[in-house]
């Protein structure tokens, strides 16, 4: 059977299915040596005991079962990249081959292109629980001791592409998966888990719109993240979920279909829009639609703490680092604080000339007023004397005519 039938078998079964079936393959194959396989079964056995008790359940689940299906692949890697090596055997020598191999790019993912992974690799197995039960740990931190966690790749979805992206699905169903995974940012494994019961329709109080409190309970979203309920941001959303929510029952999956099923429906959205993620163009995936909500709301003005919270991160996760660097969201903090100081200075500037100019403007004004009221004065005192000297003058001629009577 191909490399690529059986990933299409794979992915039609749940995580435990296919955890426990990749896990009896490794295990049972027999073109690995006996001491690695018994080694990787007891790993398997303290890991699933482990999660068990760390997370007080009496069996593992679906979160756990992806934990250690990623085992399954890195085990089988690393014994190929030993050339079947019993463990215990290993040489520092051994362990620097191999570890130069894939810091210089030598050793190549299944795409021909160089691990990625190499610092997951590196905490997981080679100073981690497998190779301390092989006694090679110790080993493995001295060959190892120059290792650089890798930079956090950084793509995202703007919302141009998004509303790019739904405008060429037209399944109700399909449409909300896209509008929660956009609007509240979390993965699409986990959104697929969903039932009626998660949502919770409600009006906001201060918008007096509708609004759905989505909760996230513990058990549907990755161990790391944080349970929580969120408030969704946009109508779009309340519009679809109104729509498929009508006639579900409380328990019923709010999309009944699988991961395949949403690949397949996320893979002809991008084919139809020719879809890309920033910054390096490359084609949209669930994941872009997470990454592409935290970014848009750091650019709307949201805090790292605000953002970081409806992500499910803890408090003062290192996840959101790459984003507000490569978007400049911190660095812009100085310039905008010297661009507001300048804003302050002309603005006091400008209320103490518009002072100087009001006092000056008052004092001309009461001048005026003075002046306008000097020159009434003026005018009465001329016109007084006027009539004085029309007095007089009557008077002069009354005194002559008397005089000629006389």
Not at 16 to 37: A, F, G, Q, V, W
Not at 150 to 164: G, L, Q, S, Y
């Amino acid at each position: 059977m191909s490399a690529y039938k059986r990933c299409g078998i794979h992915k039609q079964m749940g995580l435990r299915e296919r955890y426990e079936t990749l896990k009896s393959k490794l295990l049972s194959d027999t073109s690995i040596c006996r001491e690695n396989r018994e080694l990787f079964r007891q790993f398997f056995e303290y890991e699933q005991y482990k999660l068990k008790r760390q997370n007080q359940m009496s069996d593992i689940d679906e979160p756990s079962c992806k934990t250690l299906y990623g085992y399954v692949t890195k085990l089988r890697n690393v014994n190929q990249w030993f050339k079947n090596k019993p463990w215990t055997q290993l040489t520092k020598d051994d362990i620097r081959e191999v570890y130069d191999a894939l810091e210089d790019g030598q050793i190549c993912s299944s795409r021909g292109t160089r691990f990625k992974d190499r610092w997951s690799y590196y905490n997981k197995i080679f100073k981690s629980k497998p190779f301390r039960m092989a006694g090679k740990a110790d080993l493995a931190r001295e060959v190892i001791e120059f290792a650089v966690p890798a930079t956090r790749e950084v793509r995202f979805v703007t919302e141009e592409t998004f509303r790019k992206l739904v405008s060429v699905v037209s399944n109700p169903r399909h449409l909300l998966l896209f509008w929660l995974a956009w609007d509240i940012g979390e993965n699409i494994g986990a959104l697929l888990l969903l039932t009626k019961r998660e949502f919770s329709r409600q009006i906001n109080p201060h918008t007096q719109e509708p609004e759905y409190l989505v909760n996230l309970p513990r058990g549907k979203i990755k161990r790391s993240r944080l349970s929580r309920s969120e408030p969704t941001l946009y109508p779009e959303t309340v519009n679809y979920a109104d729509i498929v929510l009508a006639n579900l029952q409380d328990e019923e999956l709010v999309f009944p279909f699988g991961h395949r099923q949403a690949l397949k429906v996320m893979h002809r959205a991008v084919r139809l829009t020719n879809a890309l993620c920033q910054p390096n163009q490359e084609p949209v995936t669930w994941k872009d639609l997470r990454s592409g909500m935290a970014s848009h709301l750091l650019r709307k003005g949201w805090t790292r703490e605000e953002v970081d919270a409806r992500l499910g991160h803890t408090a003062n996760s290192s996840a959101l680092n790459a984003y507000i660097s490569y978007l400049a969201i911190d660095r812009s903090a100085p310039k905008r604080r010297m661009f507001e100081s300048d804003v302050e200075r002309l603005k006091s500037r400008i209320e103490s000339e518009q002072s100087v100019a009001s006092h000056t403007a008052e004092r001309l004004h009461s001048e005026r007023e003075s002046n306008q009221k000097l020159q009434l004065e003026l005018q009465q005192t001329a016109r007084d004397v006027q009539t004085m000297k029309e007095s007089i003058r009557q008077i002069m001629t009354m005194l002559k005519t008397s005089t000629v009577i006389s």
